[in-house]
């Protein structure tokens, strides 16, 4: 390497080859050797030289080691590692602690490998789950952009909506793809708002709450419907209970409107009417092909209805009357009687600098009226509205307000949805011990 500089030589153009550092050059009896050793000496660090200016701009293309993406693959091993190999034993430990005479529940009472391999599939289910949920968020997101400003929503691939550069399918990827870029576009650098990730959390957990709740449990918190008597997911997913699958992707539907609602009013923007007329448009269809979507029949808890049999109550209730397609008609309209106070009391909590369109409430209420029943319906809005009644006193803007109603909306469906069954029964004992007394 003749003409590589040797920034020493550069800087000082007297430097002898004597004068260099001495570490490389060993005192050497005759001249000639040490003419060598010095030119050896001068190559040594002249590559030295070189090694250092390639190497800086080599270290500055090289991709550096991405620790955010690492820590989420490490934090997701350790949180499957524990729930797989750690947590049956602490099980077994609690259960011998708590109560050492009784015999261990049949899943702990499996030999370590068959638990493990179970507890595995479980973890990537669940895995699947949050992929299809968080995919679903990240759609949304251009849905709840795109849907207000007529846009289409048809969409080929993600772009940055800066410099228009095509997402590549590792970048496309939900949570992975926002931590691998470390929130910002690859192409120029601008940040990728953090809402986008919140929304494919959102979704993924909302995914991940129904799947494991409703589907793997057995459709345990479904009310009148007995749950499966073997749950879990070799006996839910392998051999597939289609009739739960239905409910969990049916109950998915009605949780991504009111995502959608939500994303929509975080960008300043508001939900088009179209929007639930097409919501409701395929609630109703699909709940008038396939009426026993709707678990609840629309004349439950009317008063003077059903307390004809209070004793045989408990009996029925595993064999409840199925909803008809007659019900199902009969439970919208009653939907929209509780709709429309719902949505004027909202609209009136929500009004504060400008009247906000009455239609997006109206809207809701009736999805959750035509989606779960009208007795859901009634119960979700009320006790929303209640919990939203302090919004009223606050001086925000009515599209601020509005999105945190929606997220008490969306919440209390949540919670709702998780004791439908306990509520339902709760409320069939209260009514049967009403009417015991008159027999
Ligand atoms: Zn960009």
Not at 276 to 300: A, M, N, Y
Not at 389 to 413: D, E
Request: aromatic residues 12%; proline residues 7%.
């Amino acid at each position: 390497m003749p003409d590589t500089p040797n920034p020493d030589r550069d800087l000082n153009p007297e430097i002898s080859p004597n004068q260099l550092p001495a570490p490389l050059i060993e005192p050497t009896p005759d001249v000639a050797s040490a003419v060598t050793d010095t030119t050896g000496a001068a190559q040594a660090t002249n590559e030295l030289d070189v090694l250092s200016t390639i190497a800086t701009p080599v270290v500055a293309e090289k991709k550096l080691p991405n620790w955010p993406l690492r820590w989420l693959w490490i934090f997701i091993l350790t949180l499957v590692g524990f729930y797989v190999f750690a947590l049956p034993e602490i099980q077994i430990a609690w259960w011998n602690y708590r109560s050492p005479n009784r015999m261990l529940p049949s899943f702990l009472q499996l030999d370590i490998v068959t638990r493990s391999v179970l507890r595995l599939l479980e973890s990537f289910v669940v895995a699947f789950f949050f992929a299809v949920g968080s995919s679903f968020g990240s759609f949304l997101n251009v849905v709840a952009y795109r849907l207000p400003k007529n846009l289409d929503i048809s969409v080929a691939g993600s772009r940055c909506p800066n410099c228009n550069q095509r997402l590549t399918f590792q970048e496309n990827m939900p949570l992975f793809g926002w931590v691998s870029l470390r929130g910002k576009c690859s192409g120029c650098h601008i940040p990728i708002p953090f809402k986008y990730l919140a929304a494919e959390l959102l979704v993924g957990l909302l995914a991940v709450w129904l799947g494991v709740h409703e589907l793997l449990s057995g459709g345990i918190n479904l009310p009148l419907r007995a749950p499966n008597f073997y749950a879990g997911v070799v006996w839910i997913i392998f051999y597939t209970k289609w009739d739960l699958v239905s409910y969990a992707l049916f109950h998915f539907a009605l949780f991504c409107i009111l995502a959608t609602q939500i994303l929509t009013l975080d960008n300043q923007l508001a939900v088009p009417k179209r929007f639930f007329v097409f919501c409701c448009f395929v609630g109703v269809t699909l709940s008038l092909c396939f009426p026993w979507l709707i678990l609840v029949h629309s004349s439950l808890f009317l008063p003077g209805i059903e307390m004809r049999e209070p004793g045989q109550l408990e009996g029925v209730r595993l064999e409840w009357q199925q909803s008809t397609r007659i019900s199902v008609l009969l439970g919208d309209l009653y939907s929209i009687a509780i709709a429309v106070p719902a949505a004027i009391g909202a609209s009136l909590l929500c009004r504060h600098d400008k009247p906000f369109p009455f239609s997006m409430w109206l809207g809701t209420f009736l999805c959750l009226g035509i989606w779960l029943g009208w007795q859901a319906s009634l119960c979700i809005a009320s006790v929303s509205l209640l919990i939203s009644l302090p919004l009223a006193v606050f001086q925000l803007p009515t599209i601020r307000k509005a999105l945190y109603m929606s997220g008490i909306v969306l919440g209390v469906t949540v919670l709702h949805h998780g004791l439908w069954a306990v509520l339902v029964n709760a409320l069939l004992n209260q009514f049967s011990a009403n009417a015991m007394p008159m027999q």
